[in-house]
């Protein structure tokens, strides 16, 4: 039985994200993922204005009149959502925890993905792969992926992005659009994910929270890794503190947005004090117009 407060949350969202996938993203997602191509339907009579090239010459010769072959496009994905649940999500200066927020951006991709008839899986990870759901379709399923991704509970506060990819890589066999959703906040994933991407087309959807970009000036403060639990005193009055701060989080990101470029990986990267519409509705843009 699911408490009526869970139901309740689930049907929050629902609500929060359903306009943003009916009237915005729906037909972008569609012109964005077009499917694996096109795959053969019937033939029928040549008709004047069809490509020759389009002609079956053994059903041709066969019956003694020109046939063409008839394709549609092939349109049916597979989604899946992989969702970094390392304790590094439970921080949130802003209205939202990341992993809240990531959670929302979860609905919308999969509400999106369903009203396009494909299918949506979930793989939760942190430290090791925590929870798995095959890909399926339907709304009864996209709710409970949507439940999951909001109230799973993680048993390991770590993160190792690359356990999750290899067993993206062990369960899914055919090409799938992969979300993977997380703060990065992790060494050694880069190998395995250059190989995921050979298999599948991986979007990273990179999360921030404004003070990991950022400390305000607020005197002495402790900062505890959410992972390793390791505390350290830092005087926010230094302005040296403050600026080498930034300067050390502006350097990973852009580390880490030249790896994805280097080897092809789109990236979507939110903020948890912006709206994540505009960047969402500005990939699916992007990626439309490179076909």
């Not at 999969?110 to 890909?135: M, Q, W």
């Not at 409970?144 to 993680?154: A, H, M, Q």
């Not at 990101?253 to 500005?282: C, H, M, N």
Request: net charge positive; aromatic share 8%; with cysteine.
């Amino acid at each position: 039985m699911i408490p009526k407060e869970l139901l309740k949350k689930v049907r929050q969202i629902q609500i929060h994200t359903s306009r943003l996938v009916n009237d915005i993203l729906s037909g972008e997602y569609h012109s964005t993922f077009r499917g694996r191509g096109i795959e053969f339907e019937e033939v029928r009579e040549y008709q004047p204005g069809d490509e020759i090239r389009s002609i079956d010459w053994n059903v041709t010769a066969r019956i003694g009149r020109p046939f063409v072959k008839k394709f549609v496009e092939e349109r049916e994905l597979t989604v899946i959502l992989m969702v970094d649940a390392s304790s590094s999500g439970q921080f949130g200066t802003h209205q939202k925890l990341k992993n809240q927020f990531a959670a929302e951006v979860c609905a919308v991709l999969a509400f999106s993905a369903i009203k396009n008839n494909d299918k949506v899986g979930l793989i939760i990870f942190t430290d090791r792969v925590e929870k798995y759901i095959p890909p399926k379709k339907g709304r009864k399923h996209v709710l409970r992926v949507i439940r999951e991704v909001l109230f799973f509970e993680p048993r390991h506060a770590g993160t190792h992005v690359q356990a999750g990819l290899d067993f993206l890589n062990s369960v899914s066999k055919r090409r799938a659009v992969i979300f993977l959703v997380s703060d990065f906040m992790a060494e050694g994933y880069e190998r395995a994910l250059q190989i995921s991407n050979k298999r599948h087309d991986i979007i990273a959807i990179t999360i921030q929270d404004p003070r990991e970009a950022a400390l305000p000036d607020v005197g002495m403060i402790e900062l505890e890794d959410a992972e390793t639990h390791d505390i350290v005193l830092v005087d926010t009055h230094d302005a040296n503190v403050r600026k080498g701060f930034q300067i050390l989080s502006g350097r990973d990101v852009k580390e880490r947005e030249q790896f994805f470029k280097q080897v092809g990986i789109d990236v979507i990267p939110l903020k948890t004090d912006q709206s994540y519409a505009e960047p969402l509705i500005r990939f699916f843009r992007s990626r439309e117009k490179r076909r």
